[in-house]
């Protein structure tokens, strides 16, 4: 019996993904024209003190309470139960000074609506722009930048065959396009294999390539493929790269760059 290859991939995490030079206003403009709508939506959620209380107020009290110790007592003898009382009513105070701002962001000024929201969405946009370029557009990609190794791997594991045009400058491919998924559930692994590896890969960047959540990161993936893997089409995936083995595994190269190396196949 032999390992029968269909695929291996590889490609390496870019260290910034710049994004695309309309993402930035399109991210902005849309937004900002949601401003009525999100005024909207608070209003309905929050429509009075009554309803502060209950969904702002009583959960960050919620929320405090476990870093108060019950037994302290403050140099001016507040207990816990002083410092928690003395909080919540604060925080319930705030409602008309809270209502009030609100209301001047989301204003009319000039005929415009919502003008002091939509300039202080157009002022965060580079700071929008350089968190995505950071973090989730590495592992995706864009249309006119380039697939990122998220879709290319998901769609290398459904048989898309349009991935062999991702995979770019950035990584290697040897073989076709291999579905693994069980009849009719192709689009279920194709949802939880993507979002796992933007989610894996994250964990790894925070952790600074960390060996310890690597290997972590490589066993979650060996589990979820198996789980949704058609035992007929592919063997198991394993957590280790091997020559006769299926996995998708994040590895660190001798140039210390991040990689996803994926590779499939079956033993006939």
Known sequence: MAF????????????NAEVSGHMPDAWANHLGEAGALIKDKIDERIPDEVAFISKMVKPSEDGFRPFVDPTFVSRKERTSDNIRSARRENMTKSFARWKENLGKVFATV???????????????????????????????????????????????????????????????????????????????LKTAIQQRIIQGGLMVIKSEMDPAQITAQNIINASLLNGLRDPAKCDIFVATAGADKCFCLWEVDTEGRLNLHVQVGITV
């Not at 029968?4 to 260290?15: D, G, S």
């Not at 770019?168 to 009849?183: H, K, L, V, W």
Request: aromatic share 8%; charged share 30%; net charge positive.
């Open 4 to 15: 029968e290859k269909k695929f291996e991939l590889k490609m390496y995490i870019l260290e």
């Open 110 to 188: 000039d005929g415009v609506v919502a003008k002091l929201f939509k300039e202080k969405v157009q002022a965060a946009k580079d700071r929008w722009a350089l968190k995505i370029g950071a973090g989730t557009l590495r592992m995706t990609g864009d249309k006119i930048r380039g697939r990122g190794p998220a879709p290319v791997a998901t769609y290398y594991l459904v048989g898309d065959n349009r991935a062999k045009d991702w995979v770019g400058p950035s990584g290697t491919s040897d073989g076709e396009p291999y579905n693994i998924a069980r009849n009719g559930e192709r689009n279920a």
